[in-house]
Nanobody
């Protein structure tokens, strides 16, 4: 009864930029930590960046200084600004919410470890 929907992926040349968005929908009360993960063909899914509800962020070493994660709690949305993109950034990018408190009927309930469907990012050399 809650859904995460990513947008903003696409094809870009090396050195270019993309801005990903992930909006949570449903009768949401609050969302805890959120993050962006990615999975390249033949590789395991890896954490790209995470952000607490209060705005504290952490990044994978491979994207530090190039990517910026942010969130708008009022809009239940998390963003990933990606600059200076490299071909090795090519992957499907997934949004994650650690815990979502939402209304199911008249009751509040928690959704745990919620994922979006993913958005493809392709960086050409």
């Amino acid at each position: 009864q809650v859904q995460l929907v990513e947008s903003g992926g696409g094809l870009v040349q090396a050195g270019g930029s993309l801005n990903l968005s992930c909006a949570a929908s449903g009768r949401i009360v609050s969302i805890s930590d959120m993050g962006w993960y990615r999975q390249a063909p033949g590789k395991q899914r890896e954490l790209v960046a995470g952000i607490t509800r209060g705005g504290d962020a952490n990044y994978a070493d491979s994207v530090k200084g190039r990517f910026t994660i942010s969130r708008d709690n009022a809009k239940n949305t998390v963003y990933l600004q990606m600059n200076s993109l490299k071909p090795e950034d090519t992957a499907v990018y997934y949004c994650n919410a650690d815990r979502i408190l939402y209304y199911s009927g008249i009751d509040r309930t928690w959704g745990n470890d919620c994922w979006g469907q993913g958005t493809q990012v392709t960086v050409s050399s």
